[in-house]
């Protein structure tokens, strides 16, 4: 079963900038493609961007395209997420995945229970 433990939100101006890690463990980390999705208040799972095994392809929604950025250190088993530009419809529970986008998509409401506990953004003043 993975082991995903993500950190670095918090409270934040809008404008302001954030970088979440996620710590993998209990899978072959540096061969997996990997996802950050987010979810909300009152709202649903959101797909936010992937990265494939070895870093050198990603993806992004359009509402974060030039904001967010993916990396990965696979010799720290780590996916990292850096965020600028923040608004406050950026306010949600930050979640890692293992995946890429389109398995993550399909899967997410239903694993979601087995991933890490998330961590929360908030923008706000």
């Known amino acids: 079963e993975v082991h995903l433990v993500e950190s670095g939100g918090g409270l934040v101006q809008p404008g302001g900038s954030l970088r979440l890690s996620c710590a993998a463990s209990?899978?072959?980390?540096?061969?997996?493609?990997m996802s950050w999705i987010r979810q909300a208040p009152g709202k649903g799972l959101e797909w936010v961007s992937s990265?494939?095994?070895?870093?050198?392809?990603?993806t992004y929604a359009d509402s974060v395209k030039g904001r967010f950025t993916i990396s990965r250190d696979n010799a720290k088993n780590t996916l990292y997420l850096q965020m600028n530009s923040l608004k406050s419809e950026d306010t949600a529970v930050y979640y890692c995945?293992?995946?890429?986008?389109?398995?993550?998509?399909?899967?997410?409401?239903?694993?979601?229970?087995?991933w890490g506990q998330g961590t929360q953004v908030t923008v706000s003043t």
């Open positions: 995945a293992p995946g890429g986008e389109l398995e993550v998509v399909a899967t997410m409401s239903d694993l979601l229970p087995y």
């Open positions: 209990r899978f072959t980390f540096s061969t997996t493609a």
């Open positions: 990265i494939n095994s070895g870093g050198g392809d990603t």
